[in-house]
């Protein structure tokens, strides 16, 4: 298994701001994601942290919103720019290792914009 | 596309009563079924999985079995307890264009125990 700690655990923060969310994995894994889950409301992936390259988006995120990196097998970062009060959010790195086994997840970011 | 469809919560119940969390999906190929389960202020942790039908995953007094007939993987407790008030996410996964893979999660079933 892999342990995943994310921080910040949260963070209020102001309209236009951006806040960087840091990911790292106890040991190399070969996908790393990113979620964002909504108040009451279940995952929604946001991209895929590709090492050594540019990210994969999913349909509805765009890279200038939120920039991902992923220097190496065991850390990752999320941006999230320019934020709005619709920003607000829980936000989730996922790690996975070979196939067919689970994804673990770390423990999220509550992010607050006033 | 994939999708997971489970039952919608809240859903709330007494202390040792028997728990039932329905589940069903859809999806081309074999995925593999998972139920995921965040206690509040919480990430996602596993709480069991199945790789292949009639798999029964168990963990925790829970259980789910790969039911591909049925295309469900409802979750069962036989007498929940307080510290199971969490919300429950049931998941599917299949390859992602021959890497790594696709997970897709249900909306998410709240669960609440009353002492």
């Known amino acids: 298994s892999a342990v995943i700690s994310q921080k910040p655990s949260r963070d209020i923060c102001q309209r236009g701001t951006s806040l960087t969310i840091q990911c790292q994995v106890d040991?190399?894994?070969?996908?790393m994601f990113w979620y964002r889950q909504q108040p009451g409301q279940s995952l929604t992936l946001i991209a895929t942290?590709?090492?050594?390259?540019?990210?994969?988006?999913e349909s509805g995120f765009v890279i200038d919103k939120f920039p991902i990196s992923r220097p190496n097998l065991t850390f990752s970062t999320l941006t999230v720019s320019n934020m709005s009060p619709e920003d607000s959010s829980i936000y989730l790195c996922?790690?996975?290792?070979?196939?067919?086994?689970?994804?673990?997840f770390g423990q999220g970011t509550r992010l607050t914009v006033v | 596309g994939n999708s997971v469809t489970q039952m919608e919560g809240p859903v709330t119940l007494s202390e040792e009563a028997f728990l039932t969390i329905n589940c069903t999906y859809t999806?081309?190929?074999?995925?593999?079924l998972f139920w995921y389960v965040q206690y509040p202020g919480e990430g996602l942790q596993l709480l069991l999985k199945?790789?292949?039908?009639?798999d029964k995953g168990s963990n925790k007094g829970f259980e789910a079995t790969y039911r591909k007939e049925t295309t469900s993987f409802h979750l069962e407790k036989g007498s929940v307890q307080v510290s199971d008030s969490a919300v429950y996410f049931c998941?599917?996964?299949?390859?992602?264009?021959?890497?790594?893979?696709?997970?897709?999660f249900g909306p998410g079933t709240r669960l609440s125990v009353l002492p």
């Open positions: 996922s790690a996975e290792g070979q196939r067919y086994t689970e994804a673990f």
């Open positions: 040991s190399q894994v070969t996908m």
């Open positions: 942290a590709n090492q050594g390259s540019e990210a994969t988006y």
């Open positions: 999806a081309t190929g074999y995925p593999s």
């Open positions: 199945a790789t292949k039908a009639d």
């Open positions: 998941a599917l996964s299949d390859l992602r264009d021959n890497y790594g893979q696709n997970f897709v």
